[in-house]
């Protein structure tokens, strides 16, 4: 099946520091998804984007869809204490009929205060 | 607007036990399925629903069986526990009719079986 390669798969980071994240797969998406998810909670959804190069930005947080159509990265600037979690990365290939989600296999972010 | 909601929260089965995963969406979303969360695996697609009554295998089907008898309701059932399905259990739900439409996830079910 399709695979999504997310890096880094963790991180350690001083609160105010930028935090960059990404994920690359060898399969063209019609859309990418990211999302958050908090310790004993559900994945959120923080960004999706839906064009080749879209630059789409969420308070702090900016995630571009690659020009392949076949990665995304995701950035959060100046991190605070409540970015720590489990980011995925999610790739969505649709059509009539069909709905298939990859999910990478996530960045887990600590933040040191 | 609860979104999507799952019970139990937590639950602990001995193997060859059997019980039912509950999940219930107030968004009238077509499309709801299920996933299992384990480390170093990510979210595993188990079985999805296109809408009440249609039911579909994903890519870690066996020892499940869902049912969609309405739009609201999907639930998972286990009919004989095995270790191998200790997980953490998520539903997600999304709207139907745009292909391009985000899931949106329940909080977890954590079953452990003994």
């Known amino acids: 099946g399709q695979q999504l390669n997310q890096s880094p798969q963790s991180m350690f980071i001083q609160e105010g520091e930028d935090v960059s994240m990404n994920c690359t797969s060898s399969s063209i998406f019609n859309t990418w998804l990211w999302y958050k998810q908090d310790p004993g909670e559900g994945p959120v959804l923080l960004i999706a984007?839906?064009?080749?190069?879209e630059l789409t930005s969420n308070g702090r947080l900016t995630a571009q869809f690659g020009i392949t159509r076949k990665d995304s990265f995701l950035n959060i600037s100046a991190s605070i204490p409540s970015d720590v979690g489990i980011y995925f990365c999610a790739g969505l290939q649709s059509g009539a009929g069909s709905y298939q989600l990859t999910f990478g296999k996530g960045t887990k972010l600590s933040v040191i205060p | 607007n609860a979104g999507v909601t799952q019970t139990p929260k937590f639950q602990v089965l001995k193997t060859g036990q059997s019980m039912t995963l509950q999940c219930a969406q107030d968004m009238n979303h077509e499309y709801m399925s299920w996933y299992r969360q384990d480390p170093g695996m990510g979210l595993r697609l188990i079985h999805y629903s296109v809408g009440a009554g249609i039911t579909d295998q994903g890519e870690v089907p066996n020892g499940y069986n869902v049912s969609r008898s309405t739009t609201e309701d999907f639930p998972l059932r286990l009919l004989s526990a095995a270790p191998s399905q200790t997980s953490v259990y998520f539903c997600a739900s999304r709207r139907g009719g745009l292909r391009d439409s985000p899931l949106h996830f329940g909080n977890g079910t954590r079953l452990t079986v003994t």
């Open positions: 984007l839906y064009k080749a190069g």
